[in-house]
């Protein structure tokens, strides 16, 4: 059976309600899940049945009625991340209700209970027992039970006790596990959950490590999987839209013989990786997702800053990585690495004897993964560095061939590292500034000996006497929500000395147009944006993954396209 879609509903009002269950409806859900917590008061005490529900029983009744999808009513107790702390009575009064076919002509598909309250009411535990047992004696009442656990915390230490008590219970039709997802490693725990239990199981992650769970659904089998109508009404952390989820991971084309690609990273949220990847693998019809991979790290690990020794972002990217390749059913084919694991990869792949490209070992960082799976162990995982080629190729499509071209590079990080090493290669001359001189000093003595150019380090007061014929801000300034994010890289209005048809390259890509390219279009020099060089890197990624072509100049009007419409 095919996992379904089911869109959340928080009630607040029974006419919106009902018209974001038709858009759920024509948006390709399945479901809908009434989420009646806060229109489910509790004010009254009494359970002597139908006559005794107040005025929100009536418009309980009445969305299930009107509702053009098969619905889930769940009334969420507070104590498992929901809104009702009302009487309990009252709330599984109204169960017993809906599970008798009290008041409703079209019952509810499904409701939600949680374990824990299911076990403490031996009236629901008979009545529903009935209605599986004995539909015939309730007027062919069709309601079933999703028997639920949650924590909104983290991984309960009794989880595997309880979910086996869950699954005992002969009434109950779907299990649901939801906790906080600590890691990827918990999605992948929740992902085997429903071939483990061999019943229809619902088994999601919470919060950003839990969206693997989310997406992956249906190739490992999941009942169904919850997306959002709209970012603003999510009903837990790390819950997609329908919108992302149909559009953006293709939900529906995945099956368990889909290979998984990712983004690896901290944070990955708002990577724009998965929109034009996956739009890529629909382009060429390939049997493929691409989904955001989360691994965290420490905080100087983040700033790029501090050494790897004992570093415990390592050891999580490395434990974290090898639980993922080796994980037989996920079929993890390759990822994208983006910071602050660049470095990581590198050191992680020298560890295990991976193979490394020229680029990836004279920069010390690889931003790809790719992983053969029909090829020896020995020789199944490489890692590649397309961010190097790819800056080169955008500069030499305007600059034209390096050789004595003289081009200064702003920073001294990873990125600056990939530039000097790809540009120093092609026969061009360096000139690395950085606030700090002797991180730049660094840089050009570990790159001195892989290169045919020349690379020196500068300060950075000597910036504005500059003569270079190519200026590259490989630092974050000017990069939306950074610190820096108003911030021009460099004192253009002052660097005299430089040519009038100086190139300015901005590797930052999100704004397209940074203060610093602003700043050289008003002074009459050409750009280059940060797109091309992100586009250009993904389409390599894409070929050593597939032995296919990128659509050509898809993922670059994606980016475009994404960013215009913002």
């Not at 009903?235 to 013989?257: C, E, H, V």
């Not at 691409?290 to 790897?308: F, M, R, S, T």
């Amino acid at each position: 059976m095919p996992t379904l879609i089911c869109v959340p509903i928080l009630i607040h009002d029974p006419e919106a309600a009902l018209a974001d269950a038709t858009a759920a409806r024509n948006a390709g859900a399945d479901a809908v899940e009434l989420r009646i917590d806060e229109l489910f008061t509790g004010t009254s005490t009494s359970n002597n049945g139908p006559d005794s529900f107040s005025l929100e029983s009536a418009l309980i009744h009445r969305l299930i009625e009107e509702c053009p999808l098969p619905c889930i009513v769940t009334c969420r107790s507070a104590a498992e991340g929901g809104h009702y702390d009302g009487d309990e009575m009252h709330r599984i009064s109204m169960y017993e209700g809906l599970v008798m076919g009290q008041g409703v002509t079209h019952p509810p598909r499904y409701i939600d209970l949680e374990y824990a309250a299911y076990t403490a009411s031996a009236n629901i535990k008979q009545k529903i027992n009935l209605a599986v047992n004995h539909p015939e004696q309730l007027r062919d009442v069709r309601t079933s039970l999703i028997l639920s656990l949650h924590d909104f915390t983290g991984r309960p230490q009794d989880l595997m006790r309880r979910i086996l008590a869950m699954k005992s219970e002969p009434a109950a039709a779907v299990l649901k596990i939801a906790y906080r997802a600590r890691s990827l490693r918990d999605s992948l725990e929740l992902l085997d959950l429903p071939a483990a239990l061999e019943k229809p199981t619902i088994a999601l992650g919470i919060g950003e490590f839990g969206l693997l769970s989310r997406i992956l659904a249906p190739k490992f089998g999941g009942f169904l999987t919850f997306a959002a109508l709209r970012p603003t009404t999510t009903t837990a952390p790390g819950q997609p839209t329908l919108r992302d989820l149909l559009n953006i991971y293709r939900f529906r084309s995945i099956k368990p013989t889909t290979r998984i690609y990712g983004i690896v990273g901290w944070p990955v949220t708002h990577s724009l990786s998965p929109l034009v990847h996956n739009a890529g693998f629909e382009a060429i019809g390939w049997n493929g997702v691409y989904v955001p991979l989360p691994i965290a790290a420490n905080e100087n690990a983040a700033a790029g800053v501090g050494g790897d020794e004992g570093d415990t972002s390592y050891i999580s990217f490395k434990a974290t990585m090898l639980e993922l390749i080796e994980h037989e059913r996920l079929d993890l084919c390759g990822c994208s690495i983006t910071l602050p694991h660049k470095e990581h990869a590198a050191r992680c792949a020298i560890e295990h004897g991976w193979e490394l490209d020229a680029a990836a070992t004279a920069i010390g960082a690889a931003n790809t993964l790719i992983i053969d799976r029909d090829a020896s162990p020995a020789k199944r995982i490489r890692l590649i560095n397309t961010d190097a080629p790819a800056l080169a190729a955008c500069i030499e499509a305007q600059a034209g061939p390096l050789e004595a071209k003289r081009i200064a590079i702003l920073g001294a990080g990873g990125v600056a590292r990939a530039a000097a090493y790809a540009l120093a290669s092609r026969g061009g001359t360096i000139i690395i500034y950085n606030r700090t001189l002797d991180r730049a000093q660094r840089l050009a003595a570990d790159l001195a000996d892989k290169v045919s150019g020349k690379i020196v380090a500068a300060t950075w007061d000597l910036l504005s006497k500059s003569c270079c014929d190519i200026l590259i801000n490989c630092s974050p300034r000017g990069m939306k929500n950074s610190p820096d994010e108003s911030a021009i890289a460099a004192p253009l209005a002052d660097m005299t000395a430089c040519p009038r048809d100086m190139i300015v390259m901005d590797t930052v890509y999100n704004p397209i147009q940074t203060p610093l390219l602003q700043e050289a279009t008003r002074l009459g020099f050409r750009t280059i944006d940060g797109v091309g060089m992100f586009a250009r890197q993904a389409e390599m990624q894409f070929e050593a993954w597939t032995s296919l072509p990128a659509p050509p100049g898809l993922f670059e009007k994606l980016v475009r396209e994404k960013f215009a419409a913002e």
